[in-house]
């Protein structure tokens, strides 16, 4: 039986819903009800949640807002809890005050989400987010390998630890322990745990010959499994931060020619080119995008690394029968991608009967050096197109928040669509989707495609 009792219940981790039947719904519990314990511990995570209830007996104690308190028990059942978070005890935030960092370039606006800056290693185990590592106690480490959590996915930018420190400015109140400030060290120390890397490269600091000395040492530890590389992301609402330069043409072939040589070295040595640029430095560069084969798996793909490649790898099929969709479709892209996807779609303008646009929108709203479709916010598209200018518009997925439509200013696709009095739909992720979608309405689409999304929002991953 249940048991009841009242006291002030500290916000945990609060019930989203409760699945009928359950053991949690027989004691009573409802949404909004928030988690004080099991097995008489504080449960700061869905992580130490899953764990306690793989032990088989479990006793959980919940409450609601008005302090009343439920305990029941369950013996190798799911009590049938969804919570609104995985973070229970509040998301770790990040300790330093990097020169580069896109959140303290963010203009006003936004949802509050996008100006939270997450450092915490439970989301990297979790979502994939990028962590730095330099927030971590002694605790937290051994919490780590404890519970291997693996894989990891870590902000290095630099092996160099002065340049580190210049580039990342930590804080001193916000560190915890002045171990996680070496990289070296730490990475070594989560020798058990297999680490995803990224390096975000700023022109004249973290490349070049330094970048070499990175990627030495990085391919010298077993448990570094790749190394992203992608450029600095600027806005035009950088006030008060140090004054940093993008890569133009020559630079970025610079990298390119650099990584290509390291990438040969490390296939004899380890039969991976383990380190892998992203799309950014082929597209400014004017390079040619690698084959697919050099993706190796596209084991970076979230971080922009290989999507122009796996958006072109599905072609386009032939036409078949009597073309009867919308007439005039428009396809939204920013200034990066579009050369590209025109290119690609060309063959489609040749179909009677459809009117096919390729659209580039000038990014307004972070301003002209942010070229990716990812950043587009509704205001760009509801200032640059007409209403019922065209029957049908797709946007890029990843111009949206994660399992919703709502993009970075808060305007949903619904708003979109009334206001410009015309369908709105999210565009599919390959090339041959995305043709099968224009000519018959097919959708299967179930991740980011055409006109990739910087990773400097994306919505875990933030540019620590």
């Known amino acids: 039986m249940p048991k009841e009792d009242h006291l002030s219940v500290p916000p945990r981790g609060v019930v989203k819903s409760v699945e009928s039947g359950s053991a949690a719904a027989r004691a009573g519990i409802s949404a909004g009800w928030s988690l004080l314990s099991v097995n008489g511990l504080a449960i700061p995570d869905i992580l130490a949640y899953r764990r306690e209830l793989s032990t088989g007996a479990a006793q959980l104690k919940l409450g609601d807002q008005y302090g009343k308190v439920i305990s029941f028990s369950v013996s190798w059942e799911d009590p049938g809890l969804e919570f609104e978070d995985v973070i229970f005890d509040g998301i770790n935030l ?7 960092c896109y959140v303290h370039q963010m203009p006003k606006g936004f949802r509050k989400s996008l100006y939270l800056m997450d450092d915490d290693f439970r989301t990297s185990f979790l979502y994939g987010s990028f962590v730095t590592l330099t927030n971590l106690t002694e605790q937290d480490v051994c919490r ?16 160099n630890a002065g340049l580190r420190d210049k580039m990342m400015k930590p804080l001193a109140g916000k560190v915890k322990d002045p171990k996680s400030l070496r990289i070296a060290e730490m990475i070594e120390r989560l020798q058990e745990i297999d680490l995803y890397t990224q390096i975000v490269l700023v022109p004249g600091r973290n490349d070049g010959a330094e970048l070499e000395e990175s990627l030495e040492y990085l391919a010298s530890r077993s448990n570094v499994l790749a190394v992203a590389l992608v450029p600095v992301g ?24 650099r990584v290509e040589r390291f990438q040969k070295l490390m296939k004899a040595k380890r039969d991976s080119r383990f380190v892998y640029l992203s799309d950014e430095f082929y597209l400014v560069s004017g390079l040619r995008v690698p084959p697919t084969y050099a993706y190796e798996g596209f084991p970076m793909l979230e971080n922009g690394v290989g999507m122009v490649r796996d958006f072109l790898d599905e072609p386009l099929t032939k036409p078949t029968g009597i073309y009867k969709g919308p007439r005039r479709v428009m396809l939204v892209t920013g200034q990066l991608f579009y050369p590209i996807l025109s290119e690609a779609i060309e063959p489609l303008k ?8 390729i659209r580039c929108l000038e990014n307004r709203t972070f301003g002209a050096m942010t070229t990716v479709a ?13 209403p019922e200018e065209a029957d049908l518009l797709l946007l ?20 979109l669509r009334k206001e410009l009095g015309m369908e709105v739909a999210l565009g599919e992720n390959t090339l041959g989707k995305l043709g099968q979608q224009i000519l018959y309405g097919a959708t299967t689409s179930t991740r980011p495609s055409f006109g990739f999304s910087t990773h400097a929002l994306k919505e875990a991953s933030r540019q620590h």
């Not at 780590?144 to 092996?159: A, F, M, Q």
């Not at 040749?350 to 646009?357: F, H, N, W």
């Not at 990812?374 to 007409?386: F, S, V, W």
């Open 94 to 100: 990040c300790a330093n005050q990097c020169e580069f």
């Open 144 to 159: 780590i390998l404890d519970e291997r959590l693996s894989p990891l996915y870590v902000s290095v930018h630099t092996t």
């Open 234 to 257: 600027l806005t035009e609402h950088r006030i008060n931060l140090p004054e940093i330069q993008t890569y133009a043409i020559q630079e970025a072939q610079d990298v390119v020619k």
């Open 350 to 357: 040749l179909v009677e009967g459809l009117d096919l646009e």
């Open 374 to 386: 990812g950043l587009l916010a509704g205001r760009d598209i509801l200032e640059q197109i007409e």
């Open 396 to 415: 890029s997925p990843n111009i949206v928040r994660y399992g919703t439509e709502t993009l970075l200013d808060e305007i949903n696709l619904d708003y």
